[in-house]
C-alpha cells in the first residue's frame, strides 16, 4: 500500500473514532436571568466539553462559542419552519446570518466551528399535532441547498430531531417498533433526505419520562443498576432502558430500509427537582451507568460494538422559564444549577476529578423576600399562589425539595422566587404588606432559596431583539425584491411576525405576563 495511502486511511480511522461515542450537553437558554455566554463557554472549556447542541443561533452565544473549538448544533424553531419551507431566500438569509458568519476561517482558528443544523426542536411530537408536519421536509430541503450555494454542505449537516414519540412499539419490545403511522409518508421523504446528505439520525431519548408512563420498567433498570431485573426479547437480553429504547429505534430504522444509519443521540438526562425520584442522587447514578456503559462501547444487543455516533446529555443548566406541560422536572434538567454550580459528580471527559464550577458569577445583592410573620396572614396564600403563577415555584411540588417544609416557609419561598424574578425590585416583595426584606438566608435542608444573577434586561442587548433586528433587516430585501416574487414578500412578513411573537412572549415574562398557575402544594 502506497504510504500516502496507508496516511490517509489513518487519518479516516483516527477522526472516525474521536467522532464515534463523543459525549456533548445541550445548552438551553430558557431563562430569566441567563449565565452570560462567555461564562458558559469558560465552563464548557473547563470541563473539556468539547460538543454543545444549541436550541436556535442566539448572536450572543455564537459570539462567545467563537474561537473556542467547540463543535456546535446550531438550532432552528419551530415557529420558523413554515417560513423556511416556503422560500429558498428565506433560508439563504438564515443561512448566511447564522452559519456564513460564523463559521471558521480556513486556515485561521476563529470563527465557530458548526457542524449541525438541526431543522426544529421535536417537530414531531404528538402533542404538537400536525402544525409542522408539512414544513419540516421543505424547510430541511432549502436550508440544505443554502449550505450548499454557500459552499458549506461538506462541513455542515442538516438533521432532524426526533421527539422518542415519533418510535412506536406497542409491547414495549424492540423487536416490534416502528415510526407512528401518521408518520410514514413524512418518515419515508426525510429518511431519504438524510441518508443521501450522510446525516445522521438525531432521537431524543428519556428514560426517566419511560419510567413514569411504563408500569413494566423498574427504577433500577432505568439508571443503570446491575441489580435490575432484565427484560428479554425473543433471544435478546435488555439490562437498562437505555438499550431498550435505542435498539426500538434501531428496529423502526431497519424496518423501513436503513438498518445501518448512524444514529445521535439528541437528548437524554435525568432531572434533579420536581418529581418523584428527581434528585441529584438518582441524576447522579443515572449519569454514571450511561457515562460509563457509552465509553464501554458495548453498544446494544441489536449493535453490539456499535454505541451512538454522538450522545448529547441533557442539560448544561437548569431553565426557569421552560415549559412545565410536561411537568415541573422540566426545569430541572441541568449538570448544573442556574448559576453554574455543579449538582453532583461526573466524568465527561475531564478525568477523575470533580466538575468544574462557573467562576466569577455576579449575583444581585444577599437579601432574600419572607413573609412578615407580624402581620395577619389569612389572605397569604393567595398572595403565594399569584406569586407563583409568575415566578418559578416548581420546587414546592410533591416529590420536589421543598415540598416538605412548613408554611408559612413555603409562602416566604413563593415571595421570594418572585422578588428574585423581578430582580429584587422593593415592590415586589410587597404582597399587600406581607412580604420582608431580609439580609439573613432563609434556605433549609435541602430547599435552597436563591438569589438570582445580575444581568442586563436592555431590550437593545436582549439576544431576541438582536435577532429581531436581523430578521427585519432580511425582511426588507426580500420586500424590495417583491416585483419579482410577491411571495418571497410575504414570506419576510411571515418571518417577522413570527419573531416578534416570540419577542413579546420574552418581554411578557421578563415583566411577570402570561405565565399558567403551576400546581405548588403546601402553600
Known amino acids: 500500500m502506497p504510504p500516502n495511502l496507508c496516511l490517509i486511511l489513518l487519518l479516516c480511522i483516527s477522526s472516525s473514532t474521536t467522532r464515534a461515542n463523543a459525549i456533548g450537553l445541550n445548552w438551553g437558554t430558557a431563562a430569566s436571568h441567563p449565565l452570560p455566554p462567555p461564562r458558559v463557554v469558560e465552563l464548557l472549556k473547563n470541563n473539556n466539553i468539547a460538543r454543545v447542541k444549541l436550541f436556535d443561533a442566539d448572536p450572543l452565544v455564537l459570539q462567545a462559542l467563537s474561537g473556542s473549538k467547540i463543535a456546535v448544533t446550531v438550532g432552528i424553531p419551530n415557529s420558523m ?167 426500538t429505534v434501531v428496529t423502526a430504522l431497519s424496518t423501513v430500509g436503513y438498518p445501518e444509519m448512524d444514529i445521535v443521540v439528541g437528548q437524554i438526562g435525568w432531572p434533579t427537582d420536581g418529581a418523584a425520584n428527581a434528585t441529584s442522587s438518582v441524576a447522579e447514578t443515572f449519569m454514571k451507568g450511561l457515562i460509563r456503559h457509552l465509553q464501554s462501547k458495548s453498544g446494544t444487543p441489536l449493535r453490539p460494538r456499535v454505541p451512538p455516533t454522538e450522545t448529547y446529555i441533557f442539560s448544561l443548566l437548569d431553565e426557569d422559564q421552560r415549559s412545565i406541560a410536561a411537568g415541573n422536572f422540566e426545569r430541572h434538567w441541568g449538570l448544573f444549577t442556574f448559576d453554574g454550580q455543579a449538582k453532583y459528580h461526573v466524568d465527561l471527559g475531564q478525568g477523575s476529578r470533580n466538575l468544574v464550577n462557573a467562576q466569577n458569577v455576579n449575583y444581585l445583592p444577599s437579601r432574600w423576600c419572607v413573609v412578615n410573620n407580624n402581620r395577619d396572614l389569612s389572605n397569604a396564600t393567595a398572595s403565594a399562589s399569584e406569586a407563583c403563577s409568575v415566578a418559578d415555584c416548581t420546587a414546592l411540588s410533591p416529590g420536589s425539595s421543598c415540598f416538605n417544609i412548613s408554611w408559612p416557609a413555603s409562602i416566604s419561598y413563593s415571595f421570594n422566587s418572585y422578588y428574585q424574578q423581578h430582580n429584587q425590585q422593593a415592590a415586589s416583595c410587597d404582597f399587600g404588606g406581607l412580604g420582608l426584606i431580609t439580609t439573613v438566608d432563609p434556605s433549609m435542608e435541602k430547599c435552597r432559596f436563591s438569589i438570582q444573577l445580575h444581568t442586563s434586561h436592555s431590550s437593545s442587548l436582549h439576544p431576541l431583539h438582536l435577532l429581531h433586528q436581523m430578521l427585519l433587516a432580511a425582511a426588507t430585501i426580500l420586500e424590495v425584491e417583491v416585483a419579482e416574487d410577491t411571495k418571497e414578500g410575504i414570506v419576510a412578513a411571515e418571518v417577522v411576525a413570527a419573531v416578534e411573537g416570540e419577542v413579546a412572549g420574552e418581554e411578557a415574562a421578563e415583566m411577570g405576563i402570561g405565565f399558567a398557575p403551576i400546581q405548588a402544594a403546601g402553600i
Not at 450548499?148 to 415519533?166: G, M, Q, W, Y
Open 81 to 247: 419552519l413554515r417560513s423556511l419551507n416556503s422560500s429558498k431566500k428565506a433560508a439563504e438569509s438564515w443561512v448566511h446570518d447564522n452559519v456564513t458568519r460564523y463559521v471558521s476561517s480556513s486556515g485561521r482558528g476563529s470563527g465557530v466551528r458548526i457542524e449541525y443544523v438541526a431543522v426544529g426542536d421535536e417537530p414531531f411530537l404528538q402533542s404538537y399535532g400536525d402544525q409542522f408536519h408539512p414544513f419540516v421536509i421543505g424547510a430541511a430541503t432549502n436550508i440544505q441547498t443554502a449550505l450548499i450555494r454557500a459552499n458549506l454542505a461538506s462541513e455542515v449537516k442538516v438533521v432532524v430531531p426526533f421527539s422518542s414519540d415519533t418510535i412506536q412499539s406497542e409491547s414495549n419490545l424492540p423487536s416490534k417498533g416502528h415510526f407512528r403511522s401518521d408518520l410514514n409518508k413524512t418518515m419515508s421523504h426525510l429518511l431519504t433526505f438524510l441518508n443521501k446528505h450522510h446525516s445522521p439520525f438525531f432521537v431524543n431519548i428519556s428514560p426517566f419520562l419511560s419510567l413514569h408512563q411504563n408500569k413494566n420498567i423498574s427504577l433500577d433498570f432505568s439508571i443503570f443498576k446491575e441489580t435490575a431485573h432484565p427484560h428479554s426479547d425473543s433471544h435478546r437480553t435488555y439490562k437498562n432502558s437505555f438499550d431498550l429504547i435505542y435498539d
